[in-house]
C-alpha cells in the first residue's frame, strides 16, 4: 500500500498529502457502514413472481364476484368478456389498491427500521404508523385474502394482512413472528406498486370523483416524509387540476399521487439508496428504484488498501491529477478525466487464438469460469476489485501487442478468485504470474486445476516478423502532419474553446448535465445507462442543456468547423487530430459535445410531454414520422399543421424547419421524412396524443412562453 500511496500522492506538498489521506479513511468508514446495512437490508429480500400470481389471482376474483352479484348468476366466458365496470366500481378497486399501497410502504418501512435497529426497537420506530394502516383492511376482507389457494404461494394476498398481524404484537412481537412477516416486504411492495400504476393508467378517466378522496387522516397519523415533500411534488393530479407543489399540503388528495412515490422511495431504501427517481407523467408517474451501479473503473471505498490501489491503477495509465485537490473523491475524478487514461481504457488487445477459444469456458475440475482480458477497461475493473497491478502500463503495452494473455478465474457468483498472466513459449504456454484477490497465494486445488488446463492449451503460433517491405521513401523535411496541425491550431483553438467554456449558458448546461454525474463519467456511460441518468429531468431542460456545444461554437468562429469535423464525430479521430483533442481546453469541450450528442440519441420517445417545448416537440415529431410511426394529423403532402398557433412545415423562420437538425441527432433521417409527408402526412405515436394534438402543441407553445 505504501508503494500505491507514493504513485498518487507523489505530486502533493505533505500537508496536502495528510488532508488527502484523512478524507480517505472518513469516506472508507462510510462505505463499510453502508456496506454493512445492505447486507443486513438484504436479509428481508425475497421472490417476486410468486407473490406477483398471488395478488393478481385475489385480484381477479374481486372481479369475478362483482360480475357475480350483478348478474345473479356464474358468469359466462362471453358475459364476463362483455362486462364494463361502472365508475363506482373503478373507484373501489383504486381504493383497495391505494390501501394496499399505504399498508406495503408501513411493511417496507418496519422491515427496514427492524434490520437497522433489531426487532423491538425497529417496530416501536414504526408503532404509529403500523396503528394507522392496521385498519386499511377490515377483517373479512382479511380473511378472504388470507385464505390458501392450491398451487399458489401460501402467504396472504394483500399486505394489510400482515400489518394488521404486526400491529396487534406490538410490544410483545417474538422475533420469528415479525422475521416471517418482513421478509415479504419488497415482494408486497414491488407488486403493488406495479399495480397501482397500471390500474391508474388504464382507468384514469373514470377515477376523477375518487382523484378528489382526501387524504388528510392518513398524513395526520404518519406524516410526509424528507425525501418527498409535498413542496417538491410536481406530478399532475389525475383528473387535472394544479399539482401539489402549487398548493397547501393540507390539500393533498388521492389523485395527486404521491402516496405511490412514498412507496416507491421505500423499496428505494430497501435497496440501500436514499429515494426512488420519478419520472413524471400523465397520467401516473414511473419510478426507478434499484441504485445505479456504481462505475467499474473507479476505486471501491471498501477498505482503505483498496481506494488507494484502484486510484494507483488510474495513475498507472499516466492519468495525472493537479495539486489543487482536496479531497479524494476530487483526486479520482481529475485521475479519471485525464486523457491518457481514456485513451488507455478504449484500446484493444490482441488475445492469442488459444485464449480466445477458452474465454468463457469452464475450468476443467472446478466450478470456476475463464474469462480473458479484451481491453483496459476489462482490466481496470479487475484491478478495483482485486486490489493489484494487473492494469498497470506494463500489463496493458504488453496486452496491447499480444506478448501474453491476461485471465481471471470467476466464481458462480461473478467474484474473481484469481488473475493470471500467461505467456507463450516455444514448448506451449507458461504461467508466469497466479495471484488471488490482494496478492496472496490462490488455493492449492486452484493452482493444480490451473497447471492442468495451461498445459492442456493449444501451443500459440510464434509471432511472425513483418515481411520486407520497401523502404518508403523519406517524408520531406518538416514536422508530421499530426505535429504541424497541432502547432498551427491547438492555441487560437484553445483560446475561443475557453471562451465559449465561460459563458453564462455554457456554464448553466454544464451544471444541468453534471446533476446526473460528472461530464467524464457521463461521456464512459453505455446509452442505457445514460439515459436512465436523465430519466427524471424535464425533456426542455434537458433539450436546452444538450443544445450548447463550446466546441462547435469555437471551430466555427475560426472557420474550421470542415476542416475539423472529426472533433465533433463520436467517432475514433484521425491520428492526426488526436493530439489536438488531447488538449485539456479541447478535451474537456469535446466531451461536452460528445455527451450531448449521445443524450439525445438516448432521449427517443419522451415518457411524459408536458415539459416539452416546441424545438423538443417538433424534433421528435420529425423523427418519429422519418421512422414512419404513428398516426396522421396532415393531410398527404399538406405542410400547414394544425393547433394554436398555427405553424406550416416549410416556414423557414417556424419551429419545424429550426428542429430539423436536432431531429438528425435523434436518427431521423430527413429525405424519409419528407417522403412520409408527401405519402402520409406528419405523423405521431398514438402513445402522446391523450388529449389529442391540438392539446399537445398548446402546452409545448405554452411551455415556451412560460419555460
Known amino acids: 500500500m505504501a508503494e500505491n500511496l507514493g504513485r498518487v500522492l507523489e505530486v502533493f506538498p505533505t500537508r496536502r498529502r495528510l488532508e488527502l489521506v484523512l478524507d480517505l479513511r472518513e469516506r472508507v468508514a462510510a462505505a463499510q457502514a453502508r456496506n454493512r446495512r445492505t447486507t443486513r437490508l438484504e436479509a428481508v429480500r425475497s421472490r417476486f413472481e410468486d407473490m406477483r400470481r398471488r395478488y393478481d389471482d385475489h385480484a381477479d376474483e374481486h372481479f369475478v364476484s362483482r360480475l357475480r352479484a350483478e348478474l345473479g348468476h356464474e358468469p359466462t366466458l ?52 403500523l396503528t394507522a394502516a392496521a385498519p386499511l383492511i377490515g377483517d373479512g376482507e382479511a380473511g378472504w385474502a388470507a ?18 398481524d404486526l400491529a396487534r404484537r406490538l410490544g410483545d412481537t417474538p422475533e420469528p413472528f415479525a422475521a416471517q412477516r418482513l421478509a415479504r416486504a419488497e415482494d408486497y411492495g414491488a407488486v403493488v406498486l406495479a399495480a397501482a400504476t397500471e390500474l391508474i393508467a388504464v382507468a384514469h378517466s373514470y377515477l376523477h370523483g375518487w382523484a ?113 485537490c482536496r479531497t479524494w473523491p476530487e483526486l479520482v475524478g481529475e485521475l479519471a478525466a485525464s486523457a ?136 520531406a523535411p518538416g514536422v508530421r502532419r499530426s505535429g504541424r496541425l497541432f502547432r498551427e491550431i491547438a492555441e487560437p483553438l484553445a483560446r475561443q474553446v475557453a471562451r465559449a467554456m465561460a459563458t453564462p449558458e455554457t456554464e448553466r448546461a454544464l451544471r444541468t448535465l453534471e446533476r446526473a454525474h460528472n461530464l467524464t463519467a457521463l461521456r464512459r456511460m453505455p446509452a442505457e445507462r445514460l439515459g436512465r441518468a436523465f430519466h427524471d429531468m424535464p425533456l426542455a431542460e434537458l433539450w436546452a442543456a444538450t443544445g450548447v456545444r463550446p466546441l462547435q461554437a469555437a471551430l466555427d468562429n475560426l472557420d474550421l468547423t470542415v476542416r475539423l469535423a472529426p472533433l465533433l464525430a463520436d467517432a475514433p479521430l484521425p491520428s492526426s487530430m488526436r493530439r489536438l483533442a488531447r488538449h485539456p481546453d479541447v478535451a474537456a469541450a469535446r466531451s461536452m459535445e460528445l455527451v450531448a450528442r449521445r443524450i439525445r440519441r438516448t432521449i427517443g420517445i419522451p415518457a411524459h410531454l408536458r415539459g ?14 422519418a421512422r414512419g410511426e404513428g398516426t396522421p394529423i396532415t393531410g398527404p403532402g399538406e405542410t400547414a399543421v394544425p393547433g394554436y398557433p398555427a405553424s406550416d412545415l416549410a416556414d423557414p423562420a417556424g419551429p419545424w424547419q429550426q428542429a430539423l437538425s436536432g431531429a438528425v441527432e435523434l436518427g431521423a433521417d430527413l429525405d424519409a421524412f419528407w417522403q412520409q409527408v408527401a405519402e402520409t402526412g406528419l405523423l405521431v405515436p398514438e402513445s402522446w396524443l391523450d388529449g389529442g394534438w391540438p392539446t399537445l402543441w398548446t402546452r409545448a407553445t405554452h411551455q415556451d412562453r412560460h419555460p
Request: hydrophobic share 40%; proline share 9%.
Open 212 to 324: 378528489k378522496t382526501t387524504l388528510s387522516d392518513w398524513r395526520a397519523a404518519v406524516g410526509h416524509t424528507v425525501v418527498r415533500p409535498p413542496s417538491a411534488w410536481l406530478q399532475p393530479p389525475v383528473g387535472g387540476g394544479e399539482p401539489l407543489v402549487n398548493r397547501a399540503p393540507e390539500e393533498e388528495t388521492v389523485g395527486d399521487l404521491l402516496w405511490l412515490a412514498d412507496l416507491a422511495d421505500a423499496l428505494a431504501q430497501l435497496h440501500g439508496a436514499e429515494a426512488a427517481a420519478a419520472n413524471y407523467g400523465d397520467p401516473t408517474p414511473y419510478f426507478l428504484y434499484h441504485p445505479d451501479e456504481p462505475d467499474p473503473i473507479e476505486p471501491r471505498y471498501d477498505s482503505v488498501a483498496l481506494a488507494v490501489a484502484g486510484t494507483a491503477q488510474l495513475a498507472s495509465y499516466g492519468a495525472r491529477a493537479s495539486r489543487r
Open 147 to 164: 385464505r390458501r389457494v392450491p398451487g399458489l404461494a401460501g402467504v396472504p394476498a394483500r399486505p394489510g394482512c400482515y400489518v394488521r
Open 612 to 625: 416539452a417545448g416546441t424545438r423538443v416537440l417538433c424534433a421528435l415529431v420529425i423523427a418519429a414520422t
Open 340 to 475: 491518457q487514461l481514456s485513451e488507455a481504457l478504449t484500446g484493444t488487445f490482441r488475445l492469442p487464438a488459444a485464449l480466445a477459444e477458452a474465454d468463457g469456458l469452464p475450468l476443467p475440475g472446478t466450478d470456476l469460469r475463464v474469462e480473458c482480458a479484451r481491453g483496459g477497461r476489462v482490466l481496470a475493473e479487475w484491478a478495483s476489485y482485486m486490489g493489484n497491478c494487473i492494469a498497470g502500463e506494463y500489463y496493458v503495452i504488453g496486452a496491447t501487442k499480444g506478448d501474453f494473455g491476461l485471465v481471471a478465474l470467476r466464481a458462480p457468483d461473478g467474484r474473481i478468485v484469481a488473475n493470471l498472466e500467461l505467456r507463450p513459449g516455444t514448448r506451449g504456454w507458461r504461467v508466469e504470474e497466479f495471484r488471488a484477490r490482494f496478492n496472496a497465494d490462490p488455493s492449492p486445488e486452484v493452482a493444480e486445476a490451473v497447471t492442468r488446463w495451461v498445459g492442456s492449451l493449444r501451443p500459440a503460433v510464434p509471432k511472425q516478423e513483418p515481411a520486407d517491405e520497401p523502404t518508403p521513401s523519406p517524408r
Open 78 to 129: 362471453a358475459e364476463a368478456a362483455r362486462w364494463i365496470p361502472q365508475p363506482w366500481q373503478w373507484a373501489q378497486t383504486a381504493h383497495r389498491v391505494m390501501c394496499d399501497a399505504l399498508a406495503a410502504t408501513v411493511l417496507l418501512r418496519a422491515a427496514i427500521a427492524v434490520a437497522e435497529y433489531g426487532t423491538r426497537a425497529g417496530l416501536e420506530r414504526c408503532a404509529a404508523e
